[in-house]
């Protein structure tokens, strides 16, 4: 849930109350998400488990690790991550990742399950 505000566009949400969801990354609590108003950009705060490569045609994403380690492999190069690790993931890139972390994932713009691929 929201908190409640007169803004159009202006959210402040808690992790604890966002939707919840499995994603091809792990579990994702949808911050700011599609299907809300007058957003530019989403983003979920994600538990990551290992995950399925994929890529976006469209949209860019920023990666932020909060906690844990891992390794995150992008184009079928491996990059040790960590806890403060930040990376920029341009649309066409195959991404997945190996470990436990969580992280933060911004999508610009507005990413939907419409602009998700996995690789042949």
């Not at 950009?41 to 399925?52: E, L, M, N, T, Y």
């Not at 492999?73 to 195959?94: N, R, W």
């Amino acid at each position: 849930m929201s908190t409640p505000t007169d803004t159009p566009g202006l959210y402040v949400r808690h992790e604890s109350d966002a939707a919840t969801e499995r994603s091809s990354c792990g579990w994702r609590y949808r911050l700011i998400s599609e299907g809300d108003e007058q957003v530019q950009a989403w983003a979920h705060s994600v538990d990551i488990d290992d995950s399925r490569a994929h890529y976006h045609k469209l949209g860019t994403e920023l990666y932020y690790v909060v906690e844990g380690e891992g390794i995150l492999i992008l184009d079928g190069v491996e990059h040790p991550i960590k806890q403060g690790s930040f990376a920029h993931i341009p649309p066409g890139v195959v991404h997945n990742s190996k470990g436990r972390m969580k992280v933060l994932v911004v999508g610009i713009p507005t990413i939907d399950d419409d602009d998700l691929y996995y690789p042949e």
